[in-house]
């Protein structure tokens, strides 16, 4: 018995030396790049990781002042908070449905929302670009929404449908015997259970559109309504020569998606999990 605790002991301590090591690479690879850019947009000469010796702040004052970069800002939370909220709504109404109801063609609205995952961006800009000039909405904060809304379904029904699949259907039975319809059902119990699962898609969904750099750049053509990343599109040609402002608007852009996961992290990895383990 001694031995046999002995060479799992010995097997744990090295597993755990390389799961450590992958870490810290993983970790390594993954904040490399923010770091070398937050610290170079307070450099004269930005480059190296190394601290500057002496702190510029010229980047950030330009693009506050003269880029009014708040007003871009402004932009991508509306157009991005709103396109996050109508569609995850609309989804998981769509995923109860399929999760939980047997009807015929069920198998038939899964593949629908499957094979939006091999449909590339580039592919359809024509005609949305088209659809929304005749709708009037082209260069419009409506029009993105609307687009934003549309994008990205397949991964938020598959992490709702799949987290509404482990909730113990007695719930909506003793529901139904409380007097609730389908309605109530879902919005009074399912809805408040899988709040983890309707936090991942929400962030997941939040993230795709506050990074979303193509429809944003061929739909909106007003500065006053182009959002974060149309402008670092532009800026990024427009300001190649001035490294502070352009690094300065990258950690700008970047900070609220880094500031949303580590607030959410832990209900992210849970809910990612949920759906694999049947309660």
Known sequence: MGREKERPEGGSIVLRVFRYFIMALVLIISVYPILWVFISSFKEKPGGLGLPEKWIFDGYVTIFTKLDIHTYFFNSIVITAISTIVSVTIIAMAAYVVSRMEFKGRWLVSLMFSTTLFIPSVSISFPIYRMLGNLGLKDTRLGVILIYSGLGIAV????????????PKEMEEAARIDGCGYEGTFFKVILPIAKPGLSTAAIMAFLNNWNEFYF?????????????????????????????????????????????????SETFMKSLTAGAVKG
Do not use: D, H
Not at 156 to 167: A, G, K, N, V, W
Not at 219 to 224: G, H, M, Q, R
Not at 255 to 262: E, H
């Open 216 to 264: 944003a750049s061929i739909l909106l053509k007003s500065p006053e309504k182009m959002t974060i990343p149309a402008l670092l599109g532009q800026f990024s040609s427009a300001y190649s020569k001035n490294l502070n402002g352009m690094f300065s608007a990258i950690i700008v852009a970047v900070l609220p998606t880094i500031v949303i996961f580590c607030l959410f």
């Open 156 to 167: 938020t029904f598959f992490i709702l449908e799949s987290y509404f699949r482990s909730i």
